[in-house]
């Protein structure tokens, strides 16, 4: 899931009805460096694609006026001194250059953000003599909801990608978060109509996630990871699949030749100990939810199922009557927190989850690090020590996590708080 979000939303396969999609949302926000689709025919837009033409313009026209306010050092402080003016506290504009398409989410929020500032801007240069530098650029309140709604589209994605970042174990969250992706755009799709601006994108998106869930369910490692995860197991492809689905079947079949692999390995690495397993196994006592919608909760609603313990590890492991909240699913310390209280009774599954389990499942903290590293770097100094790319790690973090800087770091700290914008 390294570029999950960037490809998601950005083409689609030439062979679809709304190949023009990738064309809006690549201007709106998504990684140029993605696929290129088929242009479409020299042919008029139909009816139910100029909203999206349009919000297209919307989004073309607020870059092209961010761009204007943040070019030089006298405009930005122009807006600053907008904002002082009229009292409201605002964080700086950034330009939503190049293609990275967090970047220019990034970019569209703080500017609708600061739409009332970015308004008054726009209305005091249209009094100037000669128009000012942004021509009859403007946006009515209705323009502003419609570029909202689509950024409020990409946020899924934003908090995806956070989700899978940091140093926990999300491996076993790629598949059940691609599912209820899907899910979630089937059901946009249905509910919305062909002629809204942001069905294209919707179709688009729809199509970019059933590509890359499939591939997911083809690597191996995910697919025993997810059932290793005391959350999901089976239940997960039984619900998204069905019970008797192909899908379901090969996940089952596979887990059950890893699991024969791994305990032959065990045998030839120490003697065979006799282990002892307990008819009882740990049960967490934690509210179920209640009235199950989404794939999340209709997981949790599953696992009040009863099983019974039999002597086949894999089933006992499969059937065991165990209990989990929605917060305690998308919490990524649950599973190694659950086999290292449930080790000894499934020895072997045991050993298997700890190794697939530990690892996470994005590499963005890795492109991070890099990232800092090549900031830190000027045209003289080709490379990085271990101990400078420490410090870039470690002072990442600090920042992420919000540790309070002292010592010599107090005054950068001071500075670092003063240029948060307040919580919502």
């Known amino acids: 899931m390294n570029h999950q979000a960037d490809n998601i939303s950005t083409s689609v396969d030439s062979g679809s009805d709304y190949g023009n999609a990738d064309d809006e949302i690549s201007d709106c926000g998504e990684d140029s460096e993605a696929e290129e689709v088929e242009p479409a025919t020299s042919t008029p837009p139909t009816t139910p694609h100029v909203r999206s033409l349009r919000l297209q313009e919307l989004c073309n026209k607020l870059d092209g006026v961010i761009k204007g306010t943040t070019r030089s050092a006298a405009q930005r402080t122009n807006f600053d001194q907008t904002a002082q003016d009229m009292n409201i506290k605002v964080s700086p504009l950034i330009a939503g250059y190049g293609i990275r398409w967090n970047i220019k989410y990034t970019s569209h929020r703080k500017a609708i953000d600061a739409r009332a500032v970015i308004d008054q801007i726009l209305l005091n240069a249209q009094e100037e003599s000669d128009g000012g530098r942004f ?29 899978m970042e940091g140093n926990q174990s999300t491996r076993a969250h790629i598949i059940p978060k691609y599912l209820e992706l899907k899910e979630s755009l089937a059901n946009k799709l249905q509910n919305c109509r062909e002629e809204d601006s942001l069905y294209p994108m919707y179709h688009a998106m729809s199509k970019r996630v059933e590509k890359y ?73 934690q509210p179920l939810i209640s009235q199950p919608q989404l794939l999340m909760v209709r997981l949790a609603s599953r696992l009040k199922s009863n099983g019974t313990l039999e002597d086949d590890e894999i089933t006992a492991y499969l059937n065991a009557n165990l209990s989990f909240d929605e917060r305690e699913m998308n919490n990524k310390a649950t599973p190694l927190r659950w086999w290292k209280t449930n080790q000894h009774r499934y020895p072997t599954l045991a050993v298997m989850a700890r190794a697939y389990l530990r690892s996470v499942g994005s590499s963005c903290a890795v492109e991070r690090l890099f990232s800092a590293a090549a900031d830190v770097c000027s045209s003289n100094r080709g490379r990085l020590l271990p101990s400078s790319m420490s410090h870039c790690v470690s002072s990442l973090m600090w920042l992420r996590e919000e540790v309070p800087l002292t010592g010599s770091f107090a005054e950068a700290g001071k500075v670092i708080n003063a240029l948060r914008p307040p919580p919502q």
């Open 135 to 163: 021509g009859d650029a403007c946006f009515s309140p209705r323009e502003w909801k419609e570029i909202d709604n689509l950024n409020r589209e990409l946020e899924v994605f934003v908090k995806l990608t956070s989700y």
């Open 213 to 285: 869930l499939d591939e997911a369910m083809q690597c191996h490692t995910l697919v025993i990871a997810t059932i290793l995860h005391p959350c999901f197991r089976m239940y997960i492809f039984e619900l998204a699949f069905g019970s008797r689905s192909l899908e379901a079947a090969k996940a089952l079949q596979l887990l059950r030749r890893e699991f024969v692999h791994t305990k032959e390995s065990l045998k030839r690495k120490q003697p065979a100990a006799q282990v002892s397993v307990d008819a009882h196994v740990i049960n967490n006592e």
